[in-house]
């Protein structure tokens, strides 16, 4: 039934004068990496409800990972979180996701679950356990190498829980030092991505709390060094379509982590909260492709009760929707009321592509691409979730 549907889109979308071509095309090349943890069990510190069939290692994870990219043909990378995801056998794991058809994506060293972490890692007062911080960073950076991975994705649980209790500028020091320690072992074609978080773990301060702080180390820092934007990571009312543009015309915006949170937490389905929001961040990137060209599109949920495989590909065709909603922006029309100071008209070409029923659209382009067009579906029918839970 999609195809007459589509068939009126198209028209619609050609009267507009937008290249349904190009569109699809882009749609197909749309790349969106799934985190390794995601696949786990998880839950907050009252509970963890174990879930059948869940990965009991890396390999199990990689495995569900490839099923997604399976599912929804766009998901072809997995990040991987150290120690969570530690083997001593690194090149069987490069080996085993490539007969997946998956690849190693961003590596996430761990410095914030130890005990010695407790007052922070790199902004810790003990030159030895910022060393002891400093070290997991090197192995994190062997371990790219081994798995082929080019991104280190770095987030700090470093803050303070009481005032009084760090010196904020020592604390930034000490940081900077430490960063500039790690950003020198980097290889031409390898990027470090600085993530932050207003609050949580730490409630009264966090070391690298907002776009800015990670702007200015990566400004310091030089070229390899970028920002990672988790869409969860702001105070509410944020505009984080501002910064994302700010960031990407400054050629600074390294990816994002997608979730999407309702209070404080950043663990709910991207674009379930605020679809508007993500469809206007992906507005931002549409708008300028050139400096998005080499943004890592990351998602970073840890879904407690969903079931995991289901949820990510949901996850996905979500984003898949606020993309294909960016594209179909008259774009053309956008920039001359925006010109002009026509404010209502240059609004409503946002509101009219959000308003539009991209479906048809994203079910072509899956066809086209030789998967399910709908992957949901497709998945529950596969028998994947039956078949983990009787091996694993
Ligand atoms: C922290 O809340 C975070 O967003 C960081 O990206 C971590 O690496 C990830 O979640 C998993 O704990
Ligand atoms: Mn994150």
Redesign the pocket.
Known sequence: MHEDAYKILCKKLASKGLDVEGIKQRLKQQRIET?S?GYSDSGTRFKVFKQPGVPRNVFERLEDAAFVHKMTGVAPSVAL?IPWDATDDWQALRQFAQELGIEIGAI?P?V?QDDCYKLGSFANEDPGVRQRALEHHFECIEIMRLTGSKIL?L?Y?DGTNYPGQGDFRRRKRYFLDCLEQVYTRLKGDERMLI?Y?FF?PAFYHTDIADWGIAYSFAIKLGEQAQV?V?L??HPQGTNIEHIVAFLLDEGKLGGF?F?NRKYAD?DLTAGSINPYELFLIYCELVADEKSAKNVVYMI?Q?HNIKPKVEAMIQTIMNLQTAYAKALIVDRKTLTEAQKAGDVVTAEQQLISAFNTDVEPLLAQVRTEMGISPDPLSAYKSSGYLEKIISKR
Do not use: I, T, V
Request: charged share 30%; net charge negative.
């Open positions: 985190p943890w979180h996430n761990n914030f994705s987030w649980a993530e978080k949580e990672l988790d969860g990571h982590h979730n950043d970073d840890s």
